[in-house]
């Protein structure tokens, strides 16, 4: 059997033990491409320190690969380690490929810990480098709305939307009427409840699109969506 398959199976089980002890020896034997594999897996699987310990191995022989210490220091982050996360981002050349990427990564980081300043400017200076990434214009879209400046946010997101209904697992009709409702743009916001309804229907939603037609003037609507809510969801609070 090989080791990736002893892996898998050790995930499945839930052997925190027989994945520590599996990973020496992935480290003396397998193929880098094999380890790193393995180490997105762990990450996956919620074994980050495990997948950090892989991760730092694999730095050890590439010092210089950008993307390792990207995807170390993403991990180094969840388990409060951001001291040494920080230095491995802002240790990336600026000609690096993957530079764009370090800056989002420290971008996200100063916006959790509510330095949206710093972050904003990241962002921008990613941005900058790459101007039609639409991750990159979604992140910022993302900040801006936290922010409260959501007519800003909603120019990048019908950006967006003129490319794509969905990115990095978010639909943008529900991002847009979220953020009109926000922003006590209601009338804006319905037609975008409206589109996502089509797409899928939850009580959220359907709460969402009822309390911007109540803000709206659209009683008749707002009572209509209300009852559907309580078919859905009798207990929906």
């Known amino acids: 059997m090989g080791i990736s398959q002893q892996f898998i199976e050790a995930i499945e089980a839930g052997d925190l033990e027989e994945v520590r002890s599996l990973i020496e020896p992935l480290q003396l034997t397998g193929e880098p491409d094999a380890q790193y594999e393995i180490a997105n897996m762990l990450a996956q699987a919620g074994y980050l320190k495990e997948s950090e310990q892989v991760l730092e191995h694999l730095q050890f022989l590439f010092p210089e690969e950008a993307q ?23 240790s990336i050349e ?44 979604f992140a910022k879209a993302e900040l801006l709305q936290e922010t409260g400046k959501y007519l800003e946010s909603v120019r990048l997101y019908e950006k967006l939307k003129g490319q794509t209904d969905e990115i990095a697992g ?3 009709s529900e991002r847009l009427a979220e953020v009109y409702s926000a922003g006590a ?6 037609p975008y409840y409206e589109e996502s309804l089509t797409q899928h229907v939850t009580p959220d939603l ?12 659209l009683y008749d609507m707002s009572v209509r969506k209300l009852n559907e809510v309580k078919s859905l969801d009798p207990d929906y609070f």
Do not use: C, W
Request: glycine residues 4%; proline residues 3%.
């Open 68 to 90: 390792l210490k990207i995807d170390r220091a993403q991990i180094l982050m969840e388990i409060d380690e951001e001291d040494e996360a920080l230095m491995l981002l802002t």
């Open 170 to 172: 978010i639909r943008l």
């Open 185 to 190: 743009a209601y009338e804006d916001a319905i």
């Open 94 to 137: 600026e000609h690096a490929e993957e530079y764009p990427q370090a800056l989002l990564s420290l971008a996200d980081y100063y916006q959790m810990q509510g330095f949206y300043e710093v972050a904003e400017q990241k962002i921008n200076e990613a941005v900058a480098l790459l101007p039609d990434e639409p991750v990159l214009i």
């Open 206 to 217: 359907l709460f969402g699109l009822a309390y911007a037609a109540f803000q709206a003037g």
